[in-house]
């Protein structure tokens, strides 16, 4: 009886990590990305501040976004414009263009020097009295993320990009991943915070 659980645990296991394991194709990916240039970037550094860049994001975090496009849960003002290109797409499809776009360099923007100092302490201490939770316990100190526990990276992301984000999870438009970290880190930082870490986080490298 044990043994046969074990085999069956053993071929769980391999079952799941086959569906999950779509592997990504660069080259692939790159063939597949022109629709997503007009916006991202033919390298995956956006070309307008409201919208993400995509390079050198981890792979796994981009599939996931794109699932969660696919699947009509993010309500973001601009949540539309996504939902539309990632309909179109199927899981092989997703894995080649996250495997592209992670394959490519983020070029870091510049910080507001007016908001660098106070968008800095933030972003590596936090606010204790006020609950903010420190940005780098999870982005790391470089802004890197962490590609085990799926915590993307944000050095060099597009400033007004990070600010709708960060309001998106405070008012519940994006799910704030797991047990809604993001919504308890941003739902008590003004708006003013949001400005001044984002700044950081674009000249972050
Ligand atoms: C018309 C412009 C446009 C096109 C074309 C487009 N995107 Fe997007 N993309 C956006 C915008 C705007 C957002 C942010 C939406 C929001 O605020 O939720 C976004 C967000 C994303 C995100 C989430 C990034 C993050 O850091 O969480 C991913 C991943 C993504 N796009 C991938 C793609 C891929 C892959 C394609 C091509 C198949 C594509 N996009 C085509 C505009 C576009
Ligand atoms: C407890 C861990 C944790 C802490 C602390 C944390 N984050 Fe996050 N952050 C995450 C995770 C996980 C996600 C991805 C959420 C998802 O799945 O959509 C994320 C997503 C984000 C995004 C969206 C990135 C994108 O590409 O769309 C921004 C912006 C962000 N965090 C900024 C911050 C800032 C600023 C702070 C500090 C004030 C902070 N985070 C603190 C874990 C954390």
């Known amino acids: 009886m044990k043994r046969l659980l074990m085999i069956l645990a053993v071929s769980l296991l391999t079952l799941n990590t086959q569906a999950d394991n779509h592997s990504g194709n ?8 022109a629709v997503c240039s007009a916006c991202h970037g033919v390298d995956g550094n956006s070309i307008n501040p409201e919208w993400p860049s995509l390079a050198g994001q981890h792979p796994k975090y981009l599939v996931q976004r794109l699932q969660a496009y696919k699947a009509g849960e993010v309500k973001t003002p601009l949540a539309a414009l996504m939902n539309a290109q990632a309909m179109a797409l199927s ?3 997703m894995a080649d263009l996250a495997a592209y776009f992670a394959s490519q360099t983020v070029t870091p923007g510049a910080a507001d020097a007016a908001l660098v100092e106070a968008g800095s302490v933030l972003y590596r201490m936090g606010n204790e009295e006020r609950e903010i939770a420190s940005c780098a316990a999870c982005h790391g100190p470089r802004g890197r993320g962490n590609p085990l ?9 597009r400033s007004a990009y990070s600010v709708a984000q960060l309001k998106a999870f405070a008012n519940g438009t994006r799910d704030g991943g797991l047990n809604g970290m993001m919504h308890d880190v941003s739902k008590s930082m003004s708006e003013d915070d949001m400005k001044a870490v984002a ?3 674009q000249g972050l490298h």
């Not at 660069?26 to 990305?33: C, D, F, L």
């Not at 526990?149 to 992301?157: E, L, R, T, W």
Request: cysteine-free; charged content about 15%.
């Open 26 to 33: 660069i080259e692939q990916g790159r063939a597949k990305s």
């Open 91 to 93: 899981a092989q499809d």
């Open 149 to 157: 526990s799926n915590v993307p990276a944000i050095a060099g992301q």
């Open 199 to 201: 700044s950081f986080m």
